[in-house]
């Protein structure tokens, strides 16, 4: 027992601090979890672990200012989080950082095939929202499902208006793109919304993309019927 309370203590001491852990970054038994479990809670109450939620900790960092234990860092915050709920961080959060919006959301938004309701993690207010396009290979598409979860709601962002959002999703996204990565916008937009893919289709005319548009546009029935808040150019 001894070596086997040594060999998970290891395993502990070798994550990095302030990175949340469960479990399953721990390699064990499945028989000794009840054990991992008693040890765990152990280290806890000893101040080593820092318990997040049940079955989740971290061993906290110490502060070079003499400030004591520091909380966990929003970004392994969110990485727990998007980890545990199977998607990424998207919504007004992200907007302002992608320089959409100047106006910093107090609700962290997390775009996940299976939305639960609203909850709050430690000093976060977390809301789900659906995630339209969950089949992709690697985190590098990510950034164009937020572009695309920016124009899907271009009308709530707060402090601007759709014709804001279109003219710098536009200037400040798509004129920069290279044709390879029109193509991936083109398409993951597919798996949107009829809206969504309008206002892409827009964008690309804009842009001179006609053959990219062609292809958008004919994801949409001729029959359907916008009404849009932005004028292209």
């Given at each position: 027992m001894a070596s086997f309370r040594k060999e998970i203590l290891g395993q502990i001491e070798r994550i990095d601090t302030g990175r949340i852990f469960t479990f399953r970054d721990l390699s064990f038994e499945m028989e000794k979890t009840a054990n991992v479990a008693?040890?765990?809670?152990?280290?806890?109450?000893?101040?080593?672990?820092?318990?997040v939620e049940k079955g989740a900790y971290y061993r906290p960092k110490k502060s070079v200012l003499g400030l004591g234990k520091l909380p966990v860092y929003q970004d392994e915050q969110f990485r727990y989080l998007t980890e545990k709920l199977n998607g990424y961080i998207t919504g007004a959060y992200v907007y302002n950082k992608m320089g959409l919006t100047e106006q910093v959301a107090t609700t962290i938004t997390i775009a996940t095939p299976n939305p639960v309701r609203r909850f709050r993690f430690?000093?976060?207010?977390?809301?789900c929202v659906k995630?339209?396009?969950?089949?992709y290979p690697d985190?590098?598409?990510?950034?164009?499902?937020r572009l695309?979860?920016?124009?899907?709601?271009?009308?709530r962002i707060p402090g601007t208006t759709g014709q804001d959002i279109y003219n710098r999703v536009k200037s400040q996204y798509f004129n920069g793109y290279s044709l390879p990565e029109l193509e991936k916008i083109v398409s993951l937009a597919k798996s949107y919304p009829p809206r969504v893919r309008k206002v892409v289709a827009d964008i690309l005319g804009d842009i001179r993309q006609t053959v990219l548009q062609t292809e958008m546009a004919k994801t949409i029935l001729p029959t359907t019927r916008f009404n849009l808040d932005y004028k292209t150019a």
């Open positions: 008693v040890l765990l809670s152990e280290q806890s109450r000893k101040g080593v672990l820092v318990r430690k000093n976060l207010d977390i809301e995630a339209y396009c969950m089949d985190e590098s598409l990510v950034p164009y499902l695309l979860d920016a124009i899907k709601d271009m009308k």
